[in-house]
């Protein structure tokens, strides 16, 4: 039960996002003027009646955020008296610390009426969160506690060294890999954070047109706003040739490794999602829905690169596995029994 209930946490996370995308792509961060309480009501007893305009938006995602945040803790409890993986147990301490600073900082963003420095590290909190959350989901699965057994069956896994020229590289490190994702889902990241500072600064139209830039590659004009939006662009086609490397790698090296392949595949299927959302947000004028579609499918884009990131690094798991297995956690907790 603990690898689905850690995927809801890591589904209902991207919901979060979704909320709070939502909130800022209709300007109703301040239609509740009051945190934690709305407008004098305790959250959860507030009338639905009078869930209307913006204080739909920012009461929902208040909404959200307390269930999330309910969830991470079970999580991080459960996994105190389940997990026997140390660093696995401390991945649930840090998204619940995470998840509560999160809160602290959306509370803190109402009462001084949108900062933008306190808004856009609440955004980019945000993403670490769901990262937290996706990680834990994906290292409890049942899949990646096979691919534990596989890389340290004899030949499965060779987990020592990158493969010699001319050997099998479906079954050893690869370590070009390794750090091509990392570097990619790191760039991924920091572009995440230029587009909540756009979103946060109000610079998500300073160029109006798309592909171009005031009919030009390169903007003829330039302010701080046109400097961000413009930012954000180069960032993100940075981005796409990353992930083209990442995803041509794997497709040229690892077409046999399903575990591999099929997140690689699905990074393609977002990104280019993701540069249409982008492109539609800008002559939508940003249309609320369109806008907040493409910060959760930025997300979601964020998330896939790092488990492709993660499965490429499974040796280096497996080790840490060996050395942290149940044994340890049984002394620490007699009542605990080995499946």
Known sequence: MLPVFAALVAASTALLIFAGGLVTSTGSGLSVPDWPNTYGWFMWAFPISKMVGGIFYEHLHRLVASTVGFLIVVLAIWLAREEPRRWVRRLGYIALAAVITQGVLGGITVLWY??????????????????????????????WQRGYAESRTPGAGAPAAPA??????????????????????????????????????????????????????????????????????????????????????VFF???????????????????????TLGALTVLSQKQFIITSLHV????????????????????????????????????????????
Not at 168 to 197: F, H, K
Request: aromatic share 4%; with cysteine; net charge positive.
């Open 114 to 143: 949108l900062p933008d420095s306190i808004s856009i590290a609440h955004a980019s909190l945000a993403q670490i969160v769901f990262c937290l959350t996706t990680t834990i989901a994906l290292v409890t699965s049942r899949g």
């Open 164 to 249: 010699p020229r001319g050997g099998n590289p479906e079954s050893r490190r690869d370590i070009t890999l390794e750090r091509i994702a990392v570097v990619t889902t790191a760039l991924i990241y920091v572009q995440i954070v230029i587009g909540a500072t756009m979103r946060h600064t109000g610079a998500g139209l300073a160029i109006p047109d798309f592909p171009l830039a005031f009919g030009h590659l390169i903007p003829p004009q330039w302010d701080a706003k046109i400097a961000i939006h413009f930012a954000h662009r180069i960032g993100a086609l940075t981005v796409t040739l990353l992930i083209l490397a990442t995803t041509g790698h």
């Open 253 to 275: 090296h690892h077409r046999r490794r399903a575990e591999l392949r099929r997140p690689a595949m699905l990074l393609l299927v977002l990104l280019a999602l993701q540069i």
């Open 296 to 339: 959760v499918n930025g997300a979601l884009v964020l998330v896939t690169s790092l488990v492709l990131t993660l499965r490429a690094h499974r040796a280096r798991f497996a080790e840490s596995a060996e050395a942290g297995s149940a044994a340890p956690f049984a002394q620490r907790d007699p009542a605990h029994v080995p499946a």
